[in-house]
């Protein structure tokens, strides 16, 4: 399910706005198809859904001394496979092209499972999301079954717990620091170092929220990152539909051209009066408001979407 509503997210409006090439005046028809051939198949909740699927079959069918046996081999055969093997086309094995994003085993093994033309559109030579990074991320959603398994042993004092959890967090941030001399802490590669890292900084940050609002039994600050929590599909979908339609479909007219919608208020209301970078911001804060008010208001009518 979450795969299908990605991929309707990444086929969204499902037909190209913008120019093709040798094209000058393409039908409506011809939109849609170059829009089918260049569609991107990899996304976040694609990745979410496979290591979702895979994390939940690991923990149904393997003891927990596999599991962790599983995410060892997971991160360190993924580092060896990122490092040590040649790549194809350059003569050269992984660790010496993890500095150029298009040339490493992730990016060779996107273009040929995927294909160039169903890849990331920014990058155009690699995907973010793609198959063979998508391993380690498996890695990252048992940590949080790791994680989830301890806040809810009972058996243990919650001091206990969240004493546990920022040991772990902070050793981990610290062994993830020095994995990173060898293989970089890099989101775009989900690199071993990269899953180490974020878990053990997730852990330190749970055990905040626990020490704050279980402990101390301060609350008030958590109800924005409830409306967002219980309803982070609708969150994460309409935002990216909203996107693609004002950075893209919705044009308006400014000082006699036409401009995104997104380009037009920000132009009109946000860089006359602020330095660039914190217009941008602005804006930013802005978007994140509005779809606040608007989870808000299907949090308070109990409208809340579940896979």
Not at 92 to 115: E, H, M, V
Request: glycine share 8%; charged share 15%; hydrophobic share 55%.
């Amino acid at each position: 399910m979450l795969r299908r509503w990605s991929g309707s997210l990444n086929a969204f409006p499902f037909f190209w706005w913008g120019k093709i090439a040798g094209i000058d005046h393409p039908t409506f028809w011809q939109r849609v198809l170059y829009r089918i051939e260049h569609l991107r198949f990899a996304g976040v909740l694609q990745r979410i859904g496979i290591a979702y699927m895979a994390a939940a079959l690991l923990s149904l069918r393997t003891t927990k001394r596999q599991q962790i046996a599983i995410v060892a081999s997971l991160l360190i055969g993924y580092w060896i496979v990122m490092t040590l093997v040649p790549v194809p086309g350059t003569g050269t094995i992984g660790a010496f092209l993890l500095n150029q994003p298009d040339k490493t085993l992730a990016a060779w093994s996107d273009r040929l499972i995927l294909g160039a033309n169903h890849i990331w559109a920014s990058s155009k030579t690699w995907d973010p999301e793609g198959p063979l990074s998508t391993l380690p991320a498996i890695a990252t959603a048992m940590l949080g079954i790791f994680a989830g398994r301890w806040i809810t042993d009972k058996r243990r004092p919650l001091l206990e717990r969240i004493v546990g959890l920022y040991g772990v967090g902070c050793v981990a941030m610290v062994a993830a620091s020095l994995w990173g001399w060898v293989f970089p802490i890099n989101k775009n590669l989900w690199t071993s170092s990269y899953v180490i890292f974020t878990a053990g900084f997730a852990c330190v940050v749970l055990a905040t929220c626990l020490w704050i609002v279980d402990v101390r039994h301060i609350s008030g600050w958590t109800k924005p990152f409830i409306v967002y929590g219980v309803n982070p599909l609708i969150a994460f979908v309409g935002s990216g539909i909203m996107a693609r339609l004002i950075d893209s479909l919705l044009k308006v007219n400014v000082g006699g051209k036409a401009v995104s919608l997104h380009q037009a208020s920000y132009q009109l209301f946000f860089e006359p009066f602020f330095p660039a970078k914190f217009a941008s911001l602005l804006w930013a804060l802005c978007f994140v408001a509005l779809w606040l008010g608007i989870l808000t208001v299907l949090h308070r009518r109990n409208v809340i979407v579940k896979l």
